[in-house]
């Protein structure tokens, strides 16, 4: 299959997985299924990759689509 994700109002994409101990305490993920999990998420991270800063009361919107298709 094919995955592809694909993000609006992001300029970077963060990959990440929780590893075995953090995993144990997440409700969505199992002690036992740290190592067939993958997090997938938009980020808007600046042109130094040091994050935006949101002052209160302002507002920043990321969507994500993902989409799966047979190869």
Known sequence: ???TVAA???DSTVVWNPGKETA?????VG???????LCVEPAL????LAGVEV???DA???????TVRRA
């Open 8 to 10: 609006e109002g992001a």
């Open 24 to 28: 144990v305490g997440m409700k969505d």
């Open 45 to 48: 991270l600046g042109e130094d």
């Open 55 to 57: 002052a209160p009361g």
């Open 31 to 37: 002690g036992g299924e740290w190592s067939r999990f």
């Open 1 to 3: 299959r094919v995955i």
């Open 60 to 66: 920043r919107s990321l969507l994500m689509t993902v």
